[in-house]
């Protein structure tokens, strides 16, 4: 074998004679790749290419393949497959006439560097027969290649790329062909721009398919690159631009990340509008915000669930997981089952279902975290792989401050964006209602109020003569409480919601115990959860004392918090029955804002402060807005 791509060449030249089934090309590379792996880091192997493909991509400087490796099998259906040494076990990529599956019509990127762009101006072009054909006739007479050619409509000029080393020797082919129209100015002249590169753009999809040029051009403009030529046949098979060689690197890799060709099923084209939501916990909020997004219907958004992740594991479809799934995956939880138990379900922790998630190509990727668990290495994950986060959980921002900051920073790093209305609220707008206050220019001073729908069902029930065990059991039933009671009990669960709101106000510190009162008693604190709910009713007579002896002296049992930019305090308060506070009934929540413009009459904000459809509704809106709906 002789030359670059002989061995090729002759592997499939013996296959067509021979009638072979295959042909296996071993490389020293793992297979055709996605881009040039020195230029773009992670291009990846793409497990199957049209005959057509891989010849644009060899072509235009591909150098795995021979363009002409291909031609003994073309229409023969002998499939090419190249594959490593390395890994002989590797499948590599295929290369046939088979046209593959899926809604990626970019398949790969390439370039070819050392090239000069020619262009031959002037008006005595325009509607001269035989130009173009003289302008290739004096370059064929020279035998130099011509690699790409844009002209425009207009007929006023003509541009194509050769090689840059014959690049003079083509001007001065041109200027000996044309010295007659050039003397008498119908053709000012030829113009040779040295250092440029072809970046091809290749993808058998791509027919038929818009907004494939807009997103390459898109690409290059925020990369502050400059087109230099255009080139593209009616085939769609290609389009090729030209661009200053110093600039083809960064070309390609905008290209590549345009269409995320790095990862499983990338290629297509990205359309805004589109939103893959990540349920980080499937529990009763999670099954009920699954609900509401099937029934959002907005004609400049669609929203579907790519993923649900329990501790087990978790459930993954990049086309999104269809209601019926969903209501049956509902249906398996409420029985009891593990999300990796299901059908299709994959075992793993939160973080390595967010990093397998990352690897497929999606539109808009959210974190949705409902859990109430410390959840910031995941979440740490999710915004490093390029995704918004929703959150409801309140650990991962009413932890240490240190961590908390860490999170907002690395969001603020990668573009991202973080709401979490429903950590304090559920679905009243009191995050939203901050922001607004200040950004018109108030300044916060002081935030007063009820933050717990659990406890407020629990102090009216008790307070309408419902014993304290039976009051909290019924808020389990009704989807009120965490799923161990004790976490809103202990009150620390309106200490995180206070903690919040307190950093939002310029609070430095951390939520100490001493400013927050449990309702759990000691004995009750390390228990199992059967165990203490098994003794909750020792409770009961405590708090019916406790009851009686507010309403002696007119007040009514609440559970207040109250931040400031200096302090938090969290507890149990008797308030006066013409309190404001006290009219509170259920499972309201009601906060009072104090500002600099609401100071002799406070802000009020009150409404229902829990339940999973309340709150799932409050995650909802967060997710709209970050769609901009």
């Not at 995956?329 to 299709?344: C, H, Q, Y």
């Not at 729908?453 to 307070?463: F, K, N, R």
């Not at 000691?522 to 059967?530: D, E, N, V």
């Not at 409050?618 to 901009?628: C, E, K, P, Y």
């Amino acid at each position: 074998t002789l030359g670059r791509g002989g061995s090729d060449l002759t592997a499939t030249l013996l296959a067509r004679g021979l009638g072979a089934a295959r042909v296996s090309l071993w490389k020293d590379v793992p297979g055709l790749l996605t881009a040039d792996p020195r230029v773009v880091p992670d291009a990846r192997v793409i497990p199957q290419l049209h005959a057509r493909e891989a010849a644009e991509l060899a072509y235009y400087g591909a150098k795995v393949l021979h363009p002409r490796a291909l031609i003994p099998v073309t229409g023969r259906r002998i499939p090419v497959f190249v594959r490593p040494f390395a890994a002989a076990d590797s499948p590599g990529t295929e290369v046939s006439e088979r046209v593959g599956p899926g809604r990626n019509p970019v398949k790969a990127l390439t370039a070819a560097g050392g090239q000069a762009l020619l262009t031959v101006t002037g008006n005595g072009m325009l509607g001269v027969p035989g130009i173009a054909a003289r302008t290739f006739g004096a370059l064929h007479g020279r035998r130099i290649s011509v690699s790409l050619i844009s002209q425009a409509s207009s007929e006023h000029s003509i541009c194509f790329s050769v090689p840059q080393p014959l690049a003079e020797d083509a001007r001065e082919g041109l200027e000996r062909e044309f010295r007659g129209e050039m003397a008498r100015g119908e053709i000012d002249g030829v113009e040779v721009s040295p250092d440029m590169a072809t970046i091809a753009v290749v993808g058998l999809g791509m027919h038929g398919t818009p907004g494939i040029a807009a997103g390459v051009f898109s690409a290059l403009a925020a990369g502050g690159i400059n087109v230099v030529a255009i080139a593209q046949g009616s085939s769609e098979l290609n389009i090729s631009v030209v661009v200053e060689a110093r600039q083809a690197a960064e070309a390609q890799r905008r290209v590549h990340a345009a269409f995320q060709l790095s990862r499983i099923a990338g290629g297509a084209v990205i359309q805004p509008e589109r939103m893959e939501i990540v349920l980080l916990g499937f529990g009763q909020i999670g099954r009920a915000l699954a609900v509401l997004i099937a029934r959002v219907r907005r004609p400049a958004l669609a929203l579907t669930v790519a993923a649900v992740i329990d501790r087990s594991g978790f459930v993954f479809d990049p086309q999104g997981i269809g209601p019926r799934r969903l209501a049956a995956l509902a249906a398996d939880k409420r029985k009891g089952r593990r999300l990796a138990e299901t059908s299709r379900g994959c075992a793993g922790t939160a973080e390595e279902a967010i990093a397998h998630i990352a690897g497929y190509a999606l539109t808009r990727p959210v974190v949705v975290d409902l859990t109430a668990d410390d959840t910031a290495a995941a979440l740490e994950a999710a915004l490093t792989h390029g995704m918004d986060l929703v959150l409801a959980n309140k650990r991962p921002l009413a932890g240490r401050r240190a961590a908390s900051e860490s999170l907002w920073q690395t969001a603020r790093a990668r573009g991202r964006r973080i709401l979490h209305e429903a950590t304090v609220g559920a679905g009243l707008p009191i995050i939203d209602t901050y922001h607004k206050l200040t950004e018109s220019g108030d300044r916060v001073e002081r935030i007063e109020g009820l933050l717990s729908g659990t406890l407020g069902y629990v102090l009216t029930e008790v307070g309408d003569g419902v014993p304290f065990s039976r009051a909290v059991r019924s808020a389990m039933r009704l989807g009120y409480t965490e799923p161990d009671p004790r976490e809103d009990l202990s009150g620390m669960d309106v200490g995180r919601k206070a903690l919040i709101l307190a950093r939002l106000l310029g609070y430095r510190g951390e939520l100490s115990r001493q400013a927050v009162e449990s309702l759990v008693p000691k004995w009750g604190r390390t228990l199992p959860l059967s165990r203490f709910l098994e003794r909750l009713a020792e409770l009961d007579g405590g708090w019916k004392r406790r009851v009686e002896a507010a309403r002696a002296q007119g007040t009514a049992l609440r559970y207040v918090a109250t931040v400031t930019p200096g302090k938090i305090a969290v507890g149990l308060k008797p308030v006066p029955l013409s309190s404001p506070l006290a009219s509170i009934k259920g499972s309201d929540n009601q906060l009072v804002f104090t500002t600099a413009r609401y100071k002799t009459n406070p802000l009020v904000i009150r409404g229902p402060g829990a339940g999973a459809e309340v709150t799932a509704a409050g995650v909802l809106n967060d997710i709209l807005r970050l769609a901009g709906a």
